[in-house]
T-cell receptor, first 110, second 113 residues
Framework: GENVEQHPSTLSVQEGDSAVIKCTYS??????FPWYKQELGKRPQLIID?????GEKKDQRIAVTLNKTAKHFSLHITETQPEDSAVYFCAATGSYQLTFGKGTKLSVIP | SQTIHQWPATLVQPVGSPLSLECTVEGTSNPNLYWYRQAAGRGLQLLFYSVGIGQISSEVPQNLSASRPQDRQFILSSKKLLLSDSGFYLC????????????FGPGTRLTVT
């Protein structure tokens, strides 16, 4: 089945700096790659996603890039703000389900 | 618009007691439904998924079970809870099984004492 590796597990950045979280996947048939943000005690919320026919997607300060040849995708957050502090999960579709990475705890230091 | 509900929001149960968690979805028909468990500070573990009434697939062996008695209702149960069943239980729905967004409910925080 699908295996998703996510790095780093923790990330601290100064407010205003950029943050990058990287994921690799194993199943070359995967074609959907969402990113979720989970604040403490809350449900994961979908923040951006990308499909295999697209290399990059942006939504304001958030962008995701996909390299299908290398089987990796990344989340980029620019001009980070304290409210960006949360746990971020990447995921990839396997044959019938989403497989999630183990999460990255992002701390934005004011 | 679609809404997903879970209850209860929090639950404290003794070891060996039964469990029933409920999830309902509004605003869509024939959703795919999922139960995940999240241990403290950990990732999301898929427990069960369902593509229709009475159709349940299990991902991991455990003392939990799931049922789908109605199109938009998904229930997670146990006859006897273990300490290791503690965690944050999340229900989610999607339109298709793969290649589609999954939306999560607010979750149930279960503590087994």
């Amino acid at each position: 089945g699908e295996n998703v590796e996510q790095h780093p597990s923790t990330l601290s950045v100064q407010e205003g700096d950029s943050a990058v979280i990287k994921c690799t996947y194993s199943d070359s048939a995967s074609n959907y790659f969402p990113w979720y943000k989970q604040e403490l005690g809350k449900r994961p919320q979908l923040i951006i996603d990308i499909r295999s026919n697209v290399g990059e997607k942006k939504d304001q300060r958030i962008a995701v890039t996909l390299n299908k040849t290398a089987k990796h995708f990344s989340l980029h957050i620019t001009e980070t703000q304290p409210e960006d502090s949360a746990v971020y999960f990447c995921a990839a579709t396997g044959s019938y389900q989403l497989t999630f990475g183990k999460g990255t705890k992002l701390s934005v230091i004011p | 618009s679609q809404t997903i509900h879970q209850w209860p929001a929090t639950l404290v149960q003794p070891v060996g007691s039964p469990l029933s968690l409920e999830c309902t979805v509004e605003g869509t028909s024939n959703p795919n439904l999922y139960w995940y468990r999240q241990a403290a500070g950990r990732g999301l573990q898929l427990l069960f998924y369902s593509v229709g009434i009475g159709q349940i697939s299990s991902e991991v062996p455990q003392n939990l079970s799931a049922s789908r008695p109605q199109d938009r209702q998904f229930i997670l149960s146990s006859k006897k809870l273990l300490l290791s069943d503690s965690g944050f239980y999340l229900c989610a729905w999607s339109v298709t099984l793969s290649g589609d967004e999954q939306y999560f409910g607010p979750g149930t925080r279960l503590t087994v004492t």
